[in-house]
């Protein structure tokens, strides 16, 4: 009694490649009509699918003499195979669809006013991931820089923009933009209309100033010791708020203060000597999980100089 062949228990890489031999040794009729299609010899299209054969445990073809022909169990075999490559390719056509076909959401976290940068390289790139993907839902999460790092870090947001200052662990921080800031005051504070030849150090950095809460590389915290913090806030806007009440001085990026400026508002003091430049890093989160939706976005953001 003949020993009856083991069930098929998985299909491998190597099974599907002869099975592809095999439909094309079907639907070319037999091996030697195959040879050209397949690009190899007939001696090697026998040996392969008398692996596939030994493979299955089934005879799937007669040839000789008569010709070639298929058994039962090799129409049965053929019509399984069709189904599974077929079902083969619509997978990898749906898998490489969506990476035209965007979908899912993308929450990113920005520390406040970046909107009013001329570069606008956040809102550029924004606009390509939406022409990209109609249906991406974007969230976006106004907060300041602490917890931009920690949603990031925890999963809440997929990247963020924070100034950039000493990285923290398990995160990832890429250059984007670089911002100038000034030391403003108000109308109805008492340096507003002071020529800035009468202001020396020492007036400047007795006057009540502002201190940010959120972490700032060591040498612009330099800048903020030498003035008299007496007040403090966790952002820009923050910071806004308290200088334009005339009764403090502040740190604020210039382009944030020009509509201000503009409207007679705000005046830069000694501009030419009180600045710092402040580089805005965008953060993502160190062996992160593949995401279509933020690979575009940082895609389109690196692209948008």
Same mark, same amino acid.
């Given at each position: 009694?003949?020993?009856?062949?083991?069930?098929?228990?998985?299909?491998?890489?190597?099974?599907?490649?002869?099975?592809?031999i095999?439909?094309?040794?079907?639907?070319?009729g037999?091996?030697?009509?195959?040879?050209?299609?397949?690009?190899i010899?007939?001696?090697?299209?026998?040996?392969?699918?008398?692996?596939?054969e030994?493979?299955?445990?089934?005879?799937?073809?007669?040839?000789?003499?008569?010709? &070639?022909? /298929?058994?039962? @169990?090799?129409?049965?075999? %053929? #019509?399984?195979?069709?189904?599974?490559? $077929? *079902?083969?390719?619509?997978?990898?056509?749906?898998?490489?669809?969506?990476?035209?076909?965007?979908?899912?959401?993308?929450?990113?976290?920005?520390?406040?006013n970046?909107?009013?940068?001329?570069?606008?390289?956040?809102?550029?790139?924004?606009?390509?991931?939406?022409?990209?993907?109609?249906d991406?839902?974007?969230?976006?999460?106004?907060?300041p820089?602490?917890?931009?790092?920690?949603?990031?870090?925890?999963?809440?947001?997929?990247?963020?923009?924070?100034?950039?200052?000493?990285?923290?662990?398990?995160?990832?921080?890429?250059?984007?933009?670089?911002?100038r800031?000034?030391?403003?005051?108000?109308?109805?504070?008492?340096?507003?209309?002071v020529?800035?030849?009468?202001?020396?150090?020492?007036?400047?950095?007795?006057?009540?100033?502002?201190?940010?809460? &959120?972490? /700032?590389?060591? @040498?612009?915290?330099?800048? %903020? #010791?030498?003035?008299?913090?007496?007040? $403090? *806030?966790?952002?820009?806007?923050g910071?806004?708020f308290?200088?334009?009440?005339?009764?403090?001085?502040?740190?604020?990026?210039?382009?944030?203060?020009?509509?201000?400026?503009?409207?007679g508002?705000?005046?830069?003091?000694?501009?030419?000597?009180?600045?710092?430049?402040?580089?805005?890093?965008?953060?993502?989160?160190?062996?992160?999980?593949?995401?279509?939706?933020?690979?575009?976005?940082?895609?389109?953001?690196?692209?948008?100089?």
């Amino acid at each position: 009694m003949s020993r009856r062949p083991e069930p098929l228990s998985q299909v491998s890489d190597f099974d599907i490649r002869l099975l592809k031999i095999f439909r094309s040794v079907v639907e070319c009729g037999g091996f030697s009509a195959a040879e050209n299609v397949l690009g190899i010899g007939r001696s090697a299209i026998s040996q392969q699918m008398g692996d596939l054969e030994q493979r299955l445990g089934l005879r799937l073809c007669q040839r000789g003499r008569a010709g &070639f022909s /298929l058994t039962e @169990e090799g129409r049965e075999v %053929y #019509q399984s195979a069709l189904q599974l490559l $077929s *079902a083969l390719e619509s997978f990898r056509t749906e898998v490489n669809g969506l990476h035209q076909h965007l979908r899912g959401e993308l929450n990113i976290g920005l520390t406040d006013n970046l909107v009013t940068l001329p570069h606008m390289r956040i809102t550029h790139a924004l606009a390509q991931l939406k022409d990209r993907g109609p249906d991406v839902r974007i969230r976006i999460r106004m907060i300041p820089p602490s917890q931009v790092e920690q949603g990031v870090l925890d999963g809440s947001l997929h990247v963020g923009v924070v100034p950039q200052a000493s990285p923290l662990s398990g995160l990832e921080y890429q250059p984007l933009y670089s911002e100038r800031s000034l030391l403003y005051c108000a109308v109805g504070h008492p340096l507003f209309y002071v020529d800035d030849r009468q202001l020396d150090d020492d007036r400047l950095n007795a006057q009540d100033a502002i201190a940010p809460t &959120f972490r /700032l590389p060591a @040498e612009i915290q330099a800048a %903020y #010791q030498a003035l008299n913090c007496t007040a $403090s *806030a966790s952002d820009r806007e923050g910071m806004a708020f308290l200088i334009l009440t005339g009764r403090y001085i502040g740190y604020l990026p210039d382009h944030y203060a020009t509509f201000w400026v503009q409207q007679g508002r705000l005046r830069a003091l000694k501009p030419g000597e009180r600045f710092y430049d402040l580089s805005l890093a965008w953060v993502t989160r160190k062996g992160r999980r593949p995401h279509l939706v933020l690979e575009s976005f940082l895609e389109s953001l690196a692209a948008t100089r």
